[in-house]
């Protein structure tokens, strides 16, 4: 009997002195990140039969289990990787709403200044200062514009590099789940759960998680498999595998994700990875191919539009000539996809008209239902139409050369992205503004109804300026005949039309606004500028250019036309949809991170250390320690009373 009570009380010191260390160990990992509350499971000795019934045995220690559930676990994990991605998305967009600065600072404010400028130089066409506040505006605005472009190519940069860097980390973290895969998978050999390295693996999903989401399964070895987005094994058993970083399919200055594998790299593609940092940044390059195209659609339409009105204008040499250009802007570029049959890019395009140029990539490939035609997509908005090639769509012709592209082939084309990062100002000379208009506007001396002229503007280079038209109104309810006379008095051409309020005549490649109302016998001449260098008429449909809608504007099916933007109104839209996306990813990250917060709380709340609580326990422990110390006193002091009776 006192060997039984020693074997009560030692197995109850044992038992009461296992739970003292694992409360102890959970008080010293209390602030450990990833570590689970740890307890010892102790169950009742199985019972003695005698005469009188069963006698305890004592306490068994089965096991030491952590306080851990999988699945507040595994949201815990998947609602942090959304939260950094949310949130990296969020810290790279607030860098590039930098890129489209308000006020003084902004493309709008230069372009509208340059513009203003041309106030001074339709007040005094002959003079130089006045001119060279022109170029200097513009080289100013060129210099905004590329300025803009090498702030986006940095922050590529910059997301490239960071990419790199959150790839080499999943790297090593798959590399040590691999390796805690087969430690786990060794222990489970020996009947119990190495809560440790459980613990570490956890934390390391976790960590995962927070680069790149991923999925796990477990296995009956206790090894637990990772999956990306896809189901593209990145962990199993205990090998893992490598992510590689990629130059873009077609853009070789954007990144993408691949995994390789034994036969060969197998591309991820961004859509399946819903989050973690590498989502938010591989998301965040459409971000900025999307402020390219807007800043390039801005300098491509204002450039085009600039230059078309110094066309149509006389500059100050001797002798006069048509304006020359007074901005450039990088040209449309073609991209090859890496995977097509042939590396040569048989596919061009040309600018047909600014305007109407959008702020969007485009993706063309071969249309299998019409051999020799294609399908273009709009990447914008997902817009796909057939095409033949010299079709022109959006304002940009398309030509296929020779060889064809494969059945296969895919390109993408960039009708605007490089337009405002290489924008120059190449006119140097002041001499070279065309302030003059190449024709004048003259009213008939017998005329004797209110009708006078409002203003005249070259609107087609088509305009030959050597011929005199002669409009004469022949009744009150605005008809009239026109004809038009070279040097030698001789009619080249003539007809008639009506005269509507609000409504220019238009004639050899100009239009003649009036105001007030003509009566019939009224006259009016429009013939060639004989005195340039004293001439505003061009310099004030410069400046006329500030109301303009240039920019964006639309053609849909039917020839359904959809007015453009005024190059500051223009900006002000690219402005509000940086802050547009700058608004929705705070919203997100906001929601993310408490939606994360609240999931670890939860999380922590069953498996984390409660100071508290195990200081309750300690106490409790350390009285059932000296119970059962009590008790082995006792047993020995029984059991050396039975020896001395038997002596």
Same mark, same amino acid.
């Given at each position: ?32 990140? $990833? ?5 010892? /499971? ?164 976790? /960590? ?21 987005? $896809? ?10 595998? /490598? ?15 691949? !995994? ?165 100002? !190449? ?169 994360? /917060? ?50």
């Amino acid at each position: 009997m006192g060997s039984s009570l020693l074997s009560i009380g030692s197995r109850a010191m044992f038992a009461n002195y296992a739970a003292l260390q694992t409360t102890g160990n959970n008080i010293a990992n209390a602030n450990t990140p $990833g570590y689970s509350r740890q307890q010892v /499971e102790l169950s009742t000795a199985g019972g003695q039969f005698t005469g009188a019934g069963f006698f305890g045995k004592g306490v068994n220690i089965d096991t030491i289990t952590r306080a851990h559930n999988a699945f507040l676990t595994k949201e815990a994990a998947l609602s942090r990787s959304q939260a950094a991605a949310d949130e990296t998305r969020l810290q790279q967009l607030q860098e590039l709403e930098k890129v489209f600065p308000t006020g003084e600072g902004g493309l709008g404010f230069a372009a509208g200044e340059m513009l203003n400028a041309f106030v001074e130089v339709a007040n005094n066409p002959q003079d130089p200062s006045a001119r060279q506040v022109v170029l200097a505006r513009a080289e100013d605005l060129a210099l905004r514009f590329r300025a803009a472009g090498d702030q986006i190519n940095e922050l590529q940069v910059g997301t490239n590099a960071d990419i790199r860097n959150a790839v080499s980390q999943v790297n090593a973290l798959a590399k040590q789940v691999a390796t805690i895969n087969q430690q786990i998978a060794q222990a489970k050999g020996l009947g119990h759960t190495p809560n440790d390295l459980l613990d570490q693996r956890d934390q390391l999903v976790s /960590e995962i998680n927070q680069y790149m989401q991923v999925t796990t399964i477990e296995a009956d070895d206790g090894t637990l498999g990772l999956f990306i987005g $896809g189901g593209q094994r990145l962990v199993l058993s205990n090998q893992a595998l /490598e992510l590689v970083v990629q130059p873009g399919e077609f853009d070789q200055t954007q990144s993408r994700i691949s !995994i390789r594998e034994a036969g060969g790299d197998r591309v991820v593609p961004p859509s399946v990875l819903a989050g973690g940092t590498i989502a938010g940044l591989l998301r965040f390059q459409g971000d900025l191919s999307d402020a390219r195209n807007l800043l390039g659609q801005m300098a491509a339409a204002f450039s085009a539009r600039v230059n078309e009105q110094q066309s149509f204008g006389l500059d100050l040499r001797q002798p006069a000539g048509a304006g020359a250009p007074l901005f450039s802007t990088g040209a449309p570029r073609v991209l090859a996809n890496v995977n097509n049959a042939t590396a040569a890019v048989p596919v061009s395009v040309a600018i047909a008209d600014a305007s109407q140029l959008q702020a969007s990539d485009y993706e063309l490939r071969g249309d299998p239902a019409t051999p020799g035609g294609y399908i273009l997509t709009r990447l914008s908005d997902g817009l796909a139409r057939q095409i033949n090639p010299g079709d022109t769509v959006d304002g940009f012709t398309v030509n296929v050369g020779a060889p064809a592209p494969g059945p296969n082939d895919r390109f993408l084309l960039q009708p605007v992205a490089m337009a405002g990062q290489d924008m120059q100002r !190449i006119l140097d000379d002041p001499k070279g503004l065309a302030a003059a208009s190449p024709v004048i506007s003259t009213v008939g001396p017998n005329n004797t109804g209110s009708a006078t002229v409002a203003s005249l503007a070259v609107v087609n280079s088509s305009i030959n300026p050597a011929l005199t038209a002669n409009i004469s109104f022949t009744s009150n309810t605005g008809a009239y005949t026109w004809e038009l006379r070279d040097a030698s008095n001789a009619v080249v051409s003539s007809g008639s039309g009506t005269w509507t309020a609000n409504q220019p005549i238009a004639l050899n490649g100009f239009e003649l606004r009036l105001n007030g109302v003509p009566r019939t016998g009224d006259s009016f001449s429009v013939r060639q500028t004989q005195f340039p260098a004293t001439n505003n008429g061009n310099a004030v449909a410069l400046m006329n250019l500030r109301d303009e809608a240039m920019v964006g504007v639309q053609v849909l099916g039917g020839g359904a036309v959809v007015p453009g933007e005024t190059i500051t109104s223009a900006y002000a839209q690219a402005m509000a949809s940086i802050g547009t996306r700058v608004q929705s990813a705070k919203a997100a990250s906001s929601i993310s991170s408490a939606v994360a /917060e609240n999931a670890e709380a939860m999380r922590a709340g069953q498996a984390g250390v409660n100071l508290d609580e195990e200081a309750a326990r300690l106490i409790q422990f350390q009285q059932s320690y000296q119970a059962a110390a009590k008790v082995l006193q006792v047993a020995q002091t029984v059991f050396d009373t039975l020896l001395d009776m038997a002596k």
